[in-house]
C-alpha cells in the first residue's frame, strides 16, 4: 500500500505536477477502479475518507491530471463525463440496461482502415464503443 502511494506520488512528480491530497486521492481513486466513474461517483468514494472534497476541488484535480495525460476523459453517453486512469488506447463495451462500462483491447478492432475515409479527410485517431447487454443483463 505505501508502496503504491510512493508509485503515485512519482508518478505526480514525474509529470511536473504539484502533489496535493486531492490530486493524489483522486488519481488512486482512479487507479483502482475500471467502472469509468463519473466526478459525482469519485467524490461519493472519497468523501468516506476525506470529507472535505467537494465537486469543484475533484473537477480541478481531474482537469490537472488531464493536461499532464495521466487521465482522460471518456464520453459514452450525451452530457455524461467519466473518467479513466488507463491512458493508452482501448475501446469500450457500454450495457443499454444497467449503463455499465468495460474495457475492450485495442487489438480486438484493429481492422478498421481509417485510409478508408473519403477524399480530403484525414483520419488520426478513433475508439470504438460498443453497445449491447453484459453478462448480468442477459437474461437466459
Ligand atoms: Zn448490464
Ligand atoms: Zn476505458
Not at 505536477?17 to 483502482?32: D, G
Not at 469509468?36 to 468516506?48: M, R, S
Not at 488507463?86 to 463495451?93: D, L, N, R, S
Not at 484493429?110 to 447487454?133: A, D, F, H, M
Request: overall charge negative.
Amino acid at each position: 500500500m505505501q508502496q503504491q502511494a510512493n508509485a503515485i506520488v512519482q508518478t505526480l512528480k514525474a509529470r511536473g505536477l504539484r502533489v496535493t491530497p486531492q490530486r493524489f486521492a483522486v488519481y488512486a481513486n482512479l487507479l483502482s477502479r475500471a467502472d469509468h466513474p463519473t466526478v459525482e461517483q469519485i467524490l461519493t468514494d472519497l468523501n468516506k475518507d476525506f470529507p472535505v472534497s467537494s465537486q469543484a476541488t475533484i473537477y480541478s484535480s481531474l482537469q490537472a491530471l488531464r493536461e499532464v495525460g495521466l487521465v482522460r476523459e471518456v464520453l459514452l453517453e450525451e452530457g455524461v463525463s467519466r473518467y479513466d486512469a488507463k491512458v493508452e488506447p482501448h475501446h469500450h463495451f457500454c450495457c443499454r440496461q444497467c449503463g455499465a462500462i468495460e474495457d475492450i483491447a485495442w487489438n480486438n478492432f484493429q481492422c478498421i482502415e481509417l485510409k478508408n475515409l473519403r477524399p480530403g479527410l484525414r483520419g488520426e485517431t478513433y475508439e470504438v464503443t460498443v453497445q449491447g447487454l453484459c453478462d448480468r443483463c442477459i437474461v437466459e
